[in-house]
C-alpha cells in the first residue's frame, strides 16, 4: 500500500469509488448524499456532508484516514470538534473507533472499491521524488486546467502578501502612504534584507523624509545614519557631511539608536545588491515622489508607467562606490535595471494593488493586477526553469508568479492532490 491520505481525501471528495450496495464495516446500508465541503484548516476533512444509514437521514463532518486506529492516534476521540463526525473512511478498519462520548463511529472502508484507472494513474503519473511530481506528464493537462492552476496559484500568493501589507497598515493605524512607504523598503530588501530594510523604515516616519525630500544628502544622512552603516570614522568629505546631518536630526527628532551593521546582510550578497546602495537607491526614489502611495495607484495598467518612479540613479558618491570607503568603477548598473525594476513592479506594486482592493472589497483591482502581469516579461529563475524543461513555458509575469506559488504552495510540500494539474491526470484517463 503506497499511497498518502490526501489520495483518499481526494477519491472521497469526487467520489471515485464503487457506490453500489455501500455498506459501512458493521453492515449497515450507506448512501451519499453529499460528500461535503473539503476542509483544509483545523477540524474534520469534511464539513456538512450527509449520508443516509438504515434508512435514517445525517447530517455532519467527514473524517478520513488510511487506517482507522489512526484515529486515535491523532487524538480525534478526546476533541469534542469531531463530535460531529458522521462517518469514518478509511482504506482499512484495523480497530474500531468512538466518539468523546463512546458511542461508536460508522466507518466505510474503501480497499477494493476505488477505480482502477484512478489508482492507476495516482501511481503512474505522480512521482514524489521528483521536485515537479507530474512532471513527466504535464504535456497531457489541457491549457484551460493549467491557466485555472496558475490564477489560483497566484491569488493564493498574492493573498499571502497583501496580508502582510495589511497586517502593515493596521500598525500605522490606515495610513496607506505609511504603508507604501514601509513595504517599499521591505521589497528593496530582496528576501536577504527585507527585514532590517522594513525595520529602518519604522525608525523614520514617512512625513519627515517627504519634508526633507529636496535635500537628498538629509535623507541619505537620516537612512543611512538610522541604518548603522555610516562608518564610525572618516577622511571622507561626503561621510562626514552625512554624520554630521543625522547627528543634528537625531537631536532633532529625539530618535533612538537604530540599527547597528550586524542587522545587515552583505555575506554572499552582489554588490549591486548591497543594503548601501540599495538605500542610496531608496532616498533617490523618495525625493522625487512626493506621495508614494498616489503614485502607486495611479489609473494605469501599463509597465511602463511605473519606470519613472521606479527607475532612478541614486547620488553622485553612488554613482562610484556600493558601500562606503570603497570606490569602484563608474557603472550604469548603480542605478536600478530593467530585471530589478520588474521584480519591484511585482513585488512592491502588485500587492498594494491587491491589497488595496481587499480592504475596500473592489475586485476590480485583482484584475488591475492581471492585466499587469500579463504584460509583464516572465521571470527567470530555476522554478521557472524547471516547469519549463517539463513543456510548460512561462509567458509572462502572469504565468511565472503562478508557476512560483504552484511550486512552493503545492509542488515543495507534496500537496499535489490539492493541485488542479494533478487532480486533472488522475481524472483524464479514470472515467
Not at 122 to 140: F, G, I, S, T, V
Not at 176 to 184: C, D, F, K
Not at 232 to 244: G, K, N
Not at 262 to 275: A, D, E, I, L, T
Request: with cysteine; hydrophobic share 35%; proline share 5%.
Amino acid at each position: 500500500m503506497n499511497f498518502r491520505e490526501d489520495f483518499l481525501q481526494l477519491v472521497w471528495k469526487y467520489q471515485y469509488f464503487d457506490r453500489k450496495g455501500l455498506q459501512t464495516s458493521n453492515g449497515q446500508s450507506l448512501q451519499i448524499l453529499n460528500a461535503g465541503i473539503h476542509n483544509h484548516r483545523e477540524g474534520p476533512d469534511f464539513r456538512e456532508a450527509s449520508i443516509i444509514l438504515d434508512g435514517v437521514n445525517f447530517h455532519g463532518h467527514v473524517e478520513v484516514h488510511r487506517f482507522a486506529s489512526e484515529w486515535k492516534q491523532h487524538a480525534h476521540e478526546g476533541d469534542p470538534a469531531y463530535n460531529s463526525v458522521i462517518l469514518h473512511v478509511v482504506w482499512k478498519e484495523d480497530k474500531e473507533v468512538f466518539r468523546k462520548d463512546g458511542t461508536p463511529i460508522p466507518t466505510l472502508e474503501l480497499e477494493g472499491k476505488i477505480f482502477l484507472d484512478i489508482w492507476r494513474n495516482y501511481e503512474r503519473l505522480l512521482d514524489y521524488n521528483q521536485d515537479l511530481p507530474c512532471a513527466h506528464a504535464l504535456a497531457k493537462v489541457p491549457e484551460i486546467i493549467r491557466f485555472s492552476a496558475l490564477e489560483k496559484a497566484l491569488v493564493e500568493r498574492l493573498q499571502e502578501k497583501s496580508g502582510q501589507l495589511l497586517q502593515i497598515l493596521e500598525e500605522t493605524k490606515g495610513d496607506w502612504e505609511e504603508t507604501a512607504y514601509r513595504w517599499l523598503f521591505h521589497c528593496f530588501g530582496f528576501k536577504t534584507n527585507s527585514q532590517p530594510m522594513q525595520d529602518l523604515s519604522s525608525l523614520i516616519p514617512y512625513k519627515i523624509l517627504q519634508k526633507h525630500r529636496s535635500q537628498i544628502s538629509a535623507l541619505e544622512a537620516m537612512l543611512f545614519g538610522q541604518s548603522g552603516l555610516l562608518p564610525p570614522e572618516t577622511d571622507e568629505p561626503y561621510i562626514r557631511h552625512l554624520i554630521r546631518e543625522h547627528d543634528f536630526y537625531q537631536k532633532k527628532f529625539a530618535w533612538d539608536q537604530g540599527l547597528k551593521r550586524q542587522h545587515w546582510n552583505f555575506k554572499g550578497v552582489r554588490p549591486s545588491n548591497f543594503p548601501t546602495l540599495r538605500i542610496a537607491q531608496l532616498a533617490a526614489i523618495l525625493a522625487q515622489a512626493p506621495n508614494l502611495f498616489q503614485a502607486v495607484m495611479q489609473d494605469s495598467r501599463d509597465f511602463s508607467s511605473f519606470k519613472k518612479l521606479l527607475q532612478v540613479k541614486p547620488s553622485d558618491y553612488w554613482q562610484f562606490h556600493y558601500s562606503f570607503g570603497k570606490p569602484s568603477e563608474k557603472s550604469a548598473s548603480r542605478g536600478i535595471s530593467g530585471t530589478v525594476l520588474q521584480l519591484l513592479t511585482i513585488n512592491f506594486v502588485m500587492p498594494l494593488w491587491f491589497a488595496y482592493g481587499r480592504y475596500f472589497e473592489n475586485p476590480e483591482w485583482k484584475e488591475r493586477c492581471f492585466d499587469l502581469l500579463q504584460g509583464i516579461p516572465s521571470e527567470s529563475n530555476f522554478i521557472i526553469r524547471k516547469f519549463g524543461e517539463a513543456g510548460w513555458k512561462a509567458e509572462n509575469a502572469f504565468d511565472s508568479q503562478g508557476m512560483i506559488g504552484l511550486y512552493r504552495s503545492y509542488c515543495t510540500p507534496k500537496k499535489c492532490l490539492q493541485c488542479k494539474v494533478a487532480q486533472s491526470l488522475l481524472k483524464s484517463e479514470g472515467k
